[in-house]
């Protein structure tokens, strides 16, 4: 994909890190204290597969009605079903990502152009690095997490067992690796929030 001329004064920070570790957090933090407009890729995904999209049209072709969600009017598709089929199966993952990881980058350079009298955008992006979103950002921010709280977070939230958990984190890009091209680590280890005082600083 070309990506249009962003506006090169313009800070556009990218908020990553592993499932679980905290970023609805962080982000709604921000959301509250700070006056920045705030683009996240989970919302984008969701509106580029509802009824009628072309995302929607094209995941239908290929899963089928199983993937529609039966108690639904509307014949949204089930976004827990498609889940657990993306993290349960590779080939399956790789076609979903193929399809909407340049759609949602397309939408996120639209809203970076659209709020180009801003100086300061969060984007929001749990899959930064391994969808190669790296080149619409100016600075990147890490969400660091021990994988243990993590893990427990992440059964809590979904009701999914302990190995259900570890399956889905180490599906995604290690921390430590993440690490070397992120430009600032935000630790939300604890209840602490340590990580306030660092943003208050950087914004």
């Known amino acids: ?63 089928g009605n199983q993937i529609l969600d039966k108690y639904s009017s509307q014949k949204t598709i089930n976004r827990n079903l498609l889940k657990k089929i993306i993290f349960e199966d590779a080939k399956h993952r790789e076609w979903i990502q193929t399809l909407l990881h340049p759609l949602i980058k397309e939408k996120m350079v639209e809203g970076c152009i659209q709020y180009k009298d801003n100086q300061i ?34 059964m809590k939230r979904d009701q999914i067992s302990e190995k259900e958990a570890l399956n889905i984190i180490n599906l995604q890009l290690d921390f430590e690796e993440k690490r070397k091209f992120s430009n600032v680590i935000l630790d939300n280890s604890d209840n602490q929030k340590q990580w306030t005082h660092k943003i208050s600083k950087l914004i």
């Open 1 to 63: 994909m070309i990506i249009p001329k962003l506006i090169n004064n313009q800070r556009r920070i990218g908020l990553t890190g592993g499932i679980a570790s905290g970023k609805s957090t962080i982000t709604n933090y921000i959301r509250k204290n700070k006056r920045i407009p705030i683009l996240d890729a989970d919302n984008l995904s969701k509106e580029l597969i509802m009824p009628n999209t072309l995302g929607y049209k094209k995941i239908l072709g290929y899963f």
């Open 121 to 154: 955008i969060l984007l929001v992006i749990p899959l930064l690095f391994e969808a190669k979103f790296e080149d619409i950002c100016t600075e990147i921010w890490l969400v660091k997490c021990p994988e243990e709280v993590q893990k427990k977070r992440l």
